[in-house]
């Protein structure tokens, strides 16, 4: 058994589920290398500390330098911002840290170039955590496809819908709202609902080559939480693109915070020459799934509830019938990271693989800008 020293940065949601993750992962997946939660970072020395404590871990730092500096830690793990992945990610690979790094990759794919640069320099594992690409259902999605269920691939159509954001005074940066300032958050639902969307989209069918976008902020203006004072706001509140794939399918994507009655309404649909599937995040244990070669006489929508033990993940779980959730996602990303850093083959999303993300969010934001079709570059 080896031990591997993680440092988180940020103890918010992301923080909790990485912990969780980490906690968790080899009590149901077996496995040579095992994570110690050594030290939690946060800028709030005593929020720090009671989350160390809540947790486990063993210290904390309030400055990512001096996690980064220090020779205990193996893996520098960002839960923090958006506006803050590059430069840690890029330290933390100078100082030959393994790197994990939340969704997106970075605040524009400029800044994504750099950070893929930095990491493949230093030859070190990294990996980004886009975790619905490990929902059981959306892996039996990817496995169906690669075997060629579903034929040639006509549609992908996704959707990311929220409403917390339609009220004028929600306000923008700071705890919990740094999601309405661009400063921190890059853009609005683009980088942050339509990525995980993109991620899942370019994994299951392909690259996305070119895209026709329309973005709208809906509330122009919004106090800003440091100073009081009113601020123009700079992301988008709701970003739609239409789009093609690599091959030759058709991309339809929306992302919204203005969707009221829809607290994260993450679905997608993808229609084939034979088959056709959908997954929704509120029902993320099902996979429909219908298939044109069933006898017609039974032919129809499946619903398949993902529980046992050939499913994806599911061995090293409950018992059939019984279902697993959103956290478990963190568990799974975790257990194929480790494995891939003992073996050699590193799991995707790597730092690469999640660019790729990036470029598509670029040519989305300038496509609204121009009201122009535009070119996904290459990666
Ligand atoms: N994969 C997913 O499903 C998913 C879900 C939510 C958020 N995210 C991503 O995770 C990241 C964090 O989001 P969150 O929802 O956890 O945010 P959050 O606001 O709940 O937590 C952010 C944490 O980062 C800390 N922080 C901010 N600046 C810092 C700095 N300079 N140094 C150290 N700590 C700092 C904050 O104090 C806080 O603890 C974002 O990049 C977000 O896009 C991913």
């Known amino acids: 058994m080896k031990t591997l020293n993680v440092g ?38 005593a929020k720090v500390k009671a989350f ?29 911002p958006n506006n803050v992945h590059g430069e840690i990610a890029m330290a933390a690979a100078k100082a030959g840290k393994i790197v994990m790094c939340e969704k997106p990759l970075a ?52 959707n990311f819908l929220q409403d917390w954001t339609i009220s004028a005074d929600v306000p923008q940066g700071g705890p919990g709202t740094w999601r309405l300032d661009a400063s921190v958050a890059g853009s609005g639902v683009t980088g942050d609902l339509l990525a995980h969307c993109i991620d899942t989209a370019q994994w299951l069918n392909g690259g996305i080559t070119s895209v026709t ?12 939480s440091a100073t009081g004072e009113k601020k123009e706001v700079k992301i988008d509140d ?44 509120h029902d993320l244990h099902r996979l429909q799934y219908f298939n044109h070669r069933d006898e017609s006489v039974l032919r129809g929508w499946r619903s398949i509830h993902l529980s046992d033990s050939d499913q994806p993940y599911m061995d090293k779980w409950w018992i059939p019938g019984v279902q697993i959730g959103f956290e478990h996602t963190f568990v799974h990303q975790v257990a194929d990271f480790l494995e891939g850093i003992a073996t050699g083959k590193p799991a995707a999303p790597t730092f690469r693989d999640a660019l790729k993300t990036d470029r598509v969010t670029d040519a989305v934001l300038a496509s609204a800008a121009s009201g122009q079709w535009t070119d996904v570059a290459s990666v």
């Open 8 to 45: 988180m940065v940020g103890y918010g949601l992301m923080g909790r589920a990485h912990s969780n993750a980490f906690r968790k992962v080899r009590n149901f997946f077996p496995g040579e290398i095992h994570p110690v939660l050594k030290a939690v970072c946060g800028r709030d020395e």
């Open 52 to 80: 160390a404590e809540t947790w486990g871990y063993e210290s904390t730092e309030t400055d990512w330098r001096a996690l980064i500096a220090r020779d205990d830690i193996d893996l520098i793990d960002i839960a923090a």
């Open 107 to 158: 605040m524009n794919a400029g800044q994504g170039d750099a950070m893929v640069a930095a990491v493949e320099a230093a030859g070190v594992a990294n990996m980004v955590w886009y975790n619905y690409r490990r929902v059981p259902a959306v892996t039996l999605a990817k496995q169906l496809i690669d075997r060629g269920d579903l034929g040639k691939i006509f549609h992908y159509r996704a």
């Open 213 to 224: 976008a329309t973005t709208e902020t809906f509330v122009k203006e919004r106090t800003d």
């Open 238 to 281: 709701a970003s739609m693109f239409m789009g093609r794939f690599e091959n030759g399918s058709l991309a339809l994507f929306e992302a919204t915070r203005y969707a009221r009655g829809h607290k994260a309404l993450y679905t997608l649909e993808i229609n084939g020459e034979h088959a056709s599937l959908k997954w929704d995040l």
